[in-house]
């Protein structure tokens, strides 16, 4: 599975657009590009993801580049409820496995 | 859908005892993970099942853990004998897989948060 890096911390204010990136530079053909997160205490939650094209659900919009070596996570906008740990996680859905890395602490401000 | 079910939520048990974790995954769901998440090391799959079968064991940090799936609706994790290394809060995922298609999302449990004095 190809690697990710990112930031380990990033700040929002409530209301405002979140955007946390991700880069995947060794990303391979037939891998797609996960996000999920973890709000403090609880299990980590599915939020989107995409192979090549940019993705819309109610939670979240996923940009990918156009050469995929990155991609961004926006959450339109920001609530306090959206602190947590967001994960951005590569892998060949064949293989039915993620791996989790570090992830990005987002902290939504008042 | 009640989601992933984990029980028991906490466990404090002494080291050296026998310490059983349990899982109900989503119904229809055809894949079970379990994880492990300690601050030192994030979060760590320990095995997969596909079809109530193990497909990947890799993650299992030793002979003292084991898993079992005897049906589509229930796996146990079991620590035998526990050691106080093994403290970290559990999570159970459930998945439907259909292969290489789109949305393998996993679906996880609220954790069981284990401590070995």
């Known amino acids: 599975d190809a690697k990710t890096t990112h930031p380990p911390s990033m700040d929002c204010a409530e209301g405002r657009a979140a955007n946390l990136p991700c880069n995947h530079s060794?990303?391979?053909?037939?891998?797609?590009v996960y996000w999920y997160r973890q709000i403090h205490s609880q299990g980590p939650q599915y939020i989107i993801h995409?192979?090549?094209n940019n993705e819309t659900n109610e939670m979240a919009s996923l940009i990918i580049t156009e050469d995929r070596k990155s991609s961004t996570l926006i959450l339109p906008h920001a609530t306090l409820r959206d602190t947590a740990v967001y994960y951005c996680i590569v892998y060949n859905n064949a293989g039915n496995m993620l791996t989790f890395g570090g992830g990005t602490r987002l902290m939504v401000k008042p | 859908d009640a989601g992933v079910i984990q029980s028991p939520r906490h466990e404090v048990t002494e080291m050296g005892q026998e310490v059983t974790l349990r899982c109900k995954p989503i119904?229809?769901?055809?894949?079970l993970f379990w994880y492990r998440q300690t601050m030192m090391r994030g979060l760590e799959l320990l095995i997969y099942f596909n079809n109530n079968v193990p497909i990947d064991d890799s993650g299992m940090p030793e002979d003292r853990f084991s898993a079992k799936m005897p049906n589509a609706s229930f796996s146990t994790l079991k620590i035998q004998p526990s050691e106080p290394r093994d403290s970290a809060v559990y999570f159970c995922?459930?998945?439907?897989?259909?292969?290489?298609?789109?949305?393998?999302?996993?679906?996880f449990g609220p954790g069981t948060r284990l401590t070995v004095l």
């Open positions: 995922a459930s998945s439907f897989f259909r292969g290489a298609t789109w949305g393998n999302e996993q679906f």
């Open positions: 060794t990303i391979s053909g037939n891998e797609y």
């Open positions: 995409g192979l090549k």
């Open positions: 119904s229809g769901h055809n894949s």
